[in-house]
C-alpha cells in the first residue's frame, strides 16, 4: 500500500487492485481528546445520513445511488478505543465493466464529496426535524440496552475496567446528556470535525495515484485547515483488587466476563503475542476454554474474547448457568495459569498459529476489511500488513505466549445472573 500526504493531517492510502469489479474510497475523519464529544457523535451519522443539499430525502438518496449502477454509501460512525472514527465510503462499479460507461467515478464521488461537504442545513443548524427523530431513535435504543442481555453484560464490564476514565461512558450517563444536543450544536460539532480532525484516506481500485491525488486534493481544499494531534487513549492499570459487581435480570442463561489488564498495547513489542494468545486462550475451535469448560467440564454454552487494543484491556465473555460462575472463573483462570507455565503443546500451537494467520488472509477479500485493519496500524504508529504480522505469528515459540500470558491480570468480573422472573431482579 502507497501512502501520500495531500496536506498536513490529511493522508491517502492507495492500493491498487485489479481483484475486485468495483472501487473503493472512503475519507475517514479521526475524533480524539476534546474534538470527541459522545452525546453529538452518538446521532451524527444518522443525521448526515438522511440527506443532503441536493439531495434531501433517504428517498432521494437511494434513487441517485440506484442511477450509479447500485453504488453504496456508508457512514456509519464508530469507536476505537477513546477515539471516535467517522467515515464516508464509497463503493461503485469500474468504469471498463460497464460499456459506454465513461462518468460513473466522477459522478460517484461528486455525490461522496457532497454528503461531506454539502450537509442538508437550515438556518445554521442540522434540520432541526432530523435531529430530534435521530435523537429519539437513540434514546429508544438506550433505553433497551437490556434487551441484548450478552451486550449489557460485555458494557458493564468494560466499565469497571475502564472507571474514571474517558472510555467509561455508561448508558445512563448519554441518556441524559443527549437531549441538551440541538440542531445547531451538532451542526458547530460537525464543522469543527471537518476543520479539525486529520483524515485519514484509503483507496482500493485501478486509478493512476497521480490522477487519483489531484483529484482528492480539489474536492478536499475548503478542508486543508490546521490539524490537531491526535491523543492517545488513557493507560490503563490494574486495581489494587479485583472489581466484582452483579445483577440479576430474566433471562434464560447467565453471563459472567472477566475483565484483564496487560501492559501490553498495539503498536508495542509482544502485541502479536497477545494476539496468539487470544486465539490459544478462546478464539479457536481448539482453544484451551472451548476444549474444557465448555467440551470437558460443560461450564459454558459459549466463550468468546475482546480486545481493546489501544487501551490494554482484554474481557472474556461467558454463556453459563448462574450457578457455575465461580467454578467457571477457576477453572478459566486455571488454563490462564497453564498458558504462564507453558503447559501446552508445540502440535497445539502450530494448529493454533494456522487458524489465526487463516483468518488474517481472509482480509484481502474485503476493502473494507482491509481499511479496518490499516487504519488500526495507523492509529497505532505501525504499518505491518496482514501478511507481515502472519510471518511474526509463524515464527513466534512457546516462550513468546509464556511472556505476554505473566501480564494479564485479572481486574473486573461481572456477571449477569439469569432469573426466571422479575421479582428476582435486582443489583448485588
Not at 486543508?224 to 434464560?252: G, H, W
Not at 472451548?290 to 480486545?307: A, D, I, M, P, V
Not at 508445540?346 to 483468518?359: I, R
Amino acid at each position: 500500500m502507497e501512502t501520500r500526504t495531500l496536506y498536513p493531517g490529511i493522508t491517502l492510502h492507495a492500493e491498487k487492485d485489479t481483484r475486485f469489479k468495483t472501487e473503493y474510497l472512503s475519507v475517514n475523519f479521526i475524533c480524539s481528546g476534546s474534538l470527541f464529544d459522545r452525546p453529538h457523535a452518538s446521532i451524527l451519522s444518522a443525521v448526515l445520513g438522511r440527506g443532503t443539499l441536493n439531495h434531501p430525502t433517504q428517498a432521494d438518496l437511494d434513487k441517485v445511488l440506484a442511477d450509479l449502477y447500485d453504488a453504496s454509501l456508508y457512514t456509519k460512525g464508530y469507536c476505537l478505543g477513546e477515539t471516535f472514527i467517522q467515515p464516508f465510503s464509497l463503493s461503485c462499479h469500474k468504469e471498463r465493466f460497464i460499456p459506454g460507461e465513461t462518468g460513473l467515478r466522477r459522478r460517484a464521488r461528486k455525490l461522496l464529496f457532497e454528503m461531506i461537504l454539502e450537509p442538508l442545513t437550515e438556518k445554521d443548524g442540522f434540520l432541526s426535524r432530523y435531529v430530534e427523530d435521530e435523537k429519539k431513535n437513540k434514546m429508544d435504543q438506550l433505553s433497551a440496552e437490556k434487551n441484548n442481555k450478552p451486550s449489557y453484560a460485555l458494557s458493564r464490564c468494560f466499565s469497571l475496567l475502564c472507571r474514571g476514565e474517558p472510555y467509561d461512558y455508561p448508558a445512563s450517563r448519554l441518556r441524559k446528556e443527549l437531549p441538551s444536543v440541538s440542531a445547531h450544536s451538532l451542526l458547530e460539532f460537525y464543522r469543527k470535525m471537518l476543520c479539525r480532525a486529520p483524515i485519514e484516506i484509503f483507496y482500493f481500485g485501478e486509478e493512476d495515484l497521480d490522477s487519483l491525488c489531484s483529484d482528492l486534493m480539489n474536492h478536499l481544499s475548503p478542508l486543508f485547515t490546521p490539524k490537531l494531534p491526535l491523543v492517545s487513549d488513557v493507560i490503563s492499570f490494574p486495581k489494587p483488587q479485583v472489581c466484582r459487581e452483579e445483577e440479576r435480570l430474566v433471562a434464560n442463561q447467565s453471563t459472567l466476563c472477566l475483565g484483564f489488564k496487560t501492559c501490553v498495547r498495539m503498536g508495542m513489542p509482544g502485541f502479536y503475542a497477545l494476539f496468539l494468545l487470544k486465539e490459544i486462550f478462546c478464539d479457536s475451535p481448539v482453544s484451551l476454554l472451548f476444549t474444557n469448560l465448555r467440551e470437558k467440564e460443560s461450564l459454558c454454552y459459549y466463550c468468546q474474547g475482546s480486545l481493546l487494543s489501544r487501551k490494554g484491556v482484554y474481557l472474556l465473555e461467558f454463556g453459563i448457568d448462574g450457578k457455575d460462575a465461580e467454578k467457571a472463573e477457576k477453572e478459566t483462570l486455571a488454563q490462564l495459569e497453564a498458558l504462564k507455565t507453558g503447559n501446552f503443546d508445540e502440535e497445539f500451537l502450530f494448529l493454533c498459529k494456522k487458524s489465526l494467520c487463516d483468518g488474517f488472509a481472509e482480509f484481502y477479500d474485503n476493502p473494507a476489511a482491509i481499511e479496518g485493519w490499516y487504519l488500526r496500524q495507523v492509529l497505532a504508529g505501525s504499518a505491518l500488513s496482514p501478511k507481515d504480522v502472519s510471518k511474526k505469528i509463524f515464527n513466534m515459540h512457546k516462550k513468546d505466549v509464556q511472556r505476554v500470558a505473566n501480564t494479564l491480570i485479572l481486574d473486573s468480573v461481572f456477571l449477569l445472573y439469569g432469573t426466571k422472573n422479575s421479582k428476582e431482579e435486582k443489583a448485588l
